[in-house]
């Protein structure tokens, strides 16, 4: 089994910063990108941002300049930085990762069970 854990979320006022974090556990055998997606009440889901197995990062047009996405490999970790929060960040946080099982032959996606992140005006 593969298992994502987020934490970080939570109230925040217009302006602040808040710090996502994901740990990803189980029989991994290699990670390859690692990434956050969020969705609003009533809105489909969304890439955030995303991180291969070598740190190139992608970032979707509407957080460029204020979030920032990094990982660590040797902890099987993803982190989502946010600052300057602005309300229409409001949303459910999803931690994703693209996992190797042990002894498997191809990647499947995992998820997390998401996080709330609230940004008040």
């Known amino acids: 089994q593969v298992q994502l854990v987020e934490s970080g979320g939570g109230l925040v006022q217009f302006g602040g910063s808040l710090r996502l974090s994901c740990v990803v556990s189980?029989?991994?055998?290699?990670?390859?990108?690692m990434g956050w997606y969020r969705q609003a009440p009533g809105k489909q889901r969304e890439l955030v941002a995303t991180?291969?197995?070598?740190?190139?990062?992608n970032y979707a047009d509407s957080v460029k300049g204020r979030f920032t996405i990094s990982r660590d490999n040797a902890k099987n970790m993803v982190y989502l930085q946010m600052n300057s929060l602005k309300p229409e960040d409001t949303a459910v946080y999803y931690c994703?990762?693209?996992?190797?099982?042990?002894?498997?032959?191809?990647?499947?996606?995992?998820w997390g069970q998401g996080t709330q992140v609230t940004v008040s005006s």
């Open positions: 994703n990762a693209e996992v190797r099982r042990l002894w498997g032959a191809r990647y499947d996606d995992y």
């Open positions: 991180v291969s197995s070598d740190g190139s990062t």
């Open positions: 189980g029989d991994i055998f290699r990670i390859n990108d």
